[in-house]
Nanobody, 120 residues
Framework: QVQLVESGGGLVQPGGSLRLACAAS????????MGWYRQAPGNQRELVAL???????NYADSVKDRFTISRDNAKNTVYLQMNSLKSGDTAVYYC??????????????WGQGTQVTVSS
């Protein structure tokens, strides 16, 4: 079982920065791919950034060159550094853990979410 707890959200002005953190606990966390998703009211939940267990990162086009995902395996924590924030980045941000185990069984876990609001 894996538990995920997000933190670091808040209110920021356009052009500002925030750093989100996802603290993970449980067994074998370092073997999971970790992702950040976001969901605004009336919208589908969308992938923002993904980092593999090996450290390879991928980003949605809308955040590429502005956001950076990283992981600190010693702390079992994944970060999302968000720079040059825009009003369109306003959403609840969720942490996700995903892996496939024995017989290709998928394990998926979600955090509770943290609110990011970009407004002047």
């Amino acid at each position: 079982q894996v538990q995920l707890v997000e933190s670091g959200g808040g209110l920021v002005q356009p052009g500002g920065s925030l750093r989100l953190a996802c603290a993970a606990s449980g067994s074998g966390v370092t073997s999971y791919a970790m992702g950040w998703y976001r969901q605004a009211p009336g919208n589908q939940r969308e992938l923002v950034a993904l980092i593999s267990s090996g450290g390879t990162a991928n980003y949605a086009d809308s955040v590429k060159d502005r956001f950076t995902i990283s992981r600190d395996n010693a702390k079992n924590t994944v970060y999302l550094q968000m720079n040059s924030l825009k009003s369109g980045d306003t959403a609840v941000y969720y942490c996700n853990a995903n892996r496939r185990g024995l017989f290709n069984i998928q394990y998926v876990y979600w955090g509770q979410g943290t609110q990011v609001t970009v407004s002047s």
